[in-house]
């Protein structure tokens, strides 16, 4: 059989098992509405709980069994909190590291097929069962013996078979998508903003290119006080199998329920990472979800899952520091309007006031208008979703998302859920100016003192 002839058969199972699963909820849902007809009050609310339940547990079985970017899209909804019903996003964040995992006996063959040893010869110890499972891949603990006859503790992230035809099935959904969104959006241009989703996504499937971004990370933040990012065992890695240092921890789940010091700690080191990456070296993480994250208790956090990188030129950099500098640090919305306008995210013929366009877009930078104590919520999160997505906006209509802009878009939505879910605070305009290369400000709390401290020490 063609491979052409593979990736139609595999993107037609993939469609299928798509509509077969709105069947079976929907058929689901007929089904509770005719025994609703005669129940009481009491019993009507019973039936719709248990339909509620039992409609995300299919979604979120069916999504994870499936893997690739769909699986993807149901990690995402997972953590926008009031953006879904309760079951719904409880059932679909099994997805953030426990997705259904791949058999033991494909894991095995995989790891010896890609690195050309059996598996008893490369391991001291192999733990059959993953630690993590997510969307292209999961990962397993081991002890590995090095060549100088030390042993290490390490993660070992084995890459679906076949997942590789589910991303190109699923990104050929994505220009009906995009074609999609701009019936709804009608300035935006789908076709730039779908490529951007397929590069990164297509990126993402090479383990050596994540091998090559972890450790331009971990080579950064070595020796930070609150970041770490896992060193690489470039020899054991190949395009299917990534081997790094095992760090072990406590889960995003597990922070949610410490005390308000302890989040707020958390939050501000993810806040730091995501910004200090993003102006030191001009790259970021274009995959934030719980998963992706191990918490040491002190504030320290371990990042992992350096697939899903979106690097940006200088001049892209300096856009993005004049729309920061026009609409929070001077506060001049004719300056913010022409940014804009140039970075192709406002038509030049908007029939609006610069007022008007200032308000729409000063909704994202929220968190860091003024010098004040932020309090993260879910609720806010999900607000700034509906905003993005809220095409009965009359600005709406007018507005884009250039291909720059796709993945900031991404990191800013998934960063807002994860402090919304969190429920950290603290004053994000201070921190934000000690990271924005225009104010380089002084240290607003004991975290900035350290960081200033490890910085100096690097120069």
Request: hydrophobic share 40%; proline share 3%; with cysteine.
């Amino acid at each position: 059989m063609s491979s052409r002839a593979i990736q139609l058969r595999s993107r037609w199972r993939r469609n299928s098992r798509l509509l077969r699963l709105g069947a079976r909820v929907g058929l689901g849902h007929a089904g509770t509405s005719a025994r609703k007809i005669f129940a009481g009050a009491e019993r009507k609310e019973q039936l719709s709980r248990s339909r509620e339940l039992k409609s995300a547990q299919q979604v979120a079985e069916e999504l994870g069994n499936m893997k690739g970017a769909l699986m993807k899209v149901g990690q995402m909804a997972s953590y926008l909190d009031d953006g879904l019903p309760e079951p719904m996003r409880v059932a679909l964040s099994q997805l953030q590291s426990n997705a259904p995992p791949m058999a033991v006996e494909l894991v095995h063959i995989e790891i010896e097929r890609e690195l050309g040893r059996s598996i008893k010869d490369i391991f001291v110890e192999f733990d059959d069962e993953p630690i993590a499972s997510a969307s292209i891949g999961q990962v397993h603990r081991a002890i590995i013996r090095l060549a100088d006859g030390t042993e290490k503790a390490v993660a070992v992230k084995v890459q679906y078979p076949g997942v590789g035809e589910a991303i190109d099935s699923d990104l050929r959904t994505a220009d009906l998508l995009g074609a999609m969104l701009a019936f709804g959006f009608k300035s935006l241009n789908p076709e730039d903003m779908v490529a951007e989703i397929k590069d990164r996504l297509r990126e993402e499937l090479d383990y050596k290119n994540e091998a090559e971004n972890q450790q331009m990370f971990a080579d950064f933040y070595r020796g930070h006080p609150f970041i770490h990012v896992p060193e690489v065992l470039h020899e054991y890695s190949t395009k299917n199998i990534l081997i790094t240092e095992l760090v072990t921890g406590h889960t995003f789940a597990e922070v949610c329920e410490w005390s308000q010091e302890q989040r707020d700690m958390a939050g501000e080191a993810i806040f730091r990472f995501v910004f200090r990456s993003l102006y030191r070296f001009r790259a970021f993480n274009g995959d934030p979800h719980p998963g992706n994250y191990i918490f040491h208790g002190d504030g320290r956090v371990t990042f992992l899952d350096f697939g899903l990188i979106k690097h940006f030129t200088q001049d892209e950099m300096l856009m993005f520091q004049s729309m920061v500098k026009a609409a929070v640090i001077d506060n001049d919305m004719d300056v913010y309007r022409r940014v804009i306008e140039d970075a192709g995210m406002l038509q030049l013929d908007a029939p609006f006031t610069t007022q008007e366009c200032g308000e729409y877009f000063s909704h994202f930078y929220e968190p860091v208008r003024e010098s004040r104590v932020m309090e993260w919520s879910g609720a806010y999160a999900t607000s700034i979703v509906r905003h993005t997505f809220d095409r009965t906006s009359a600005i709406a209509q007018y507005a884009t998302v250039p291909k720059s802009f796709v993945f900031i878009q991404r990191i800013n939505l998934g960063l807002y859920a994860l402090l919304g879910q969190l429920r950290s605070s603290g004053n994000y305009r201070r921190i934000s100016e000690e990271l924005w290369p225009m104010t380089n400000a002084a240290p607003s709390s004991s975290m900035g003192e350290a960081e200033a401290k490890w910085l100096s020490s690097r120069d």
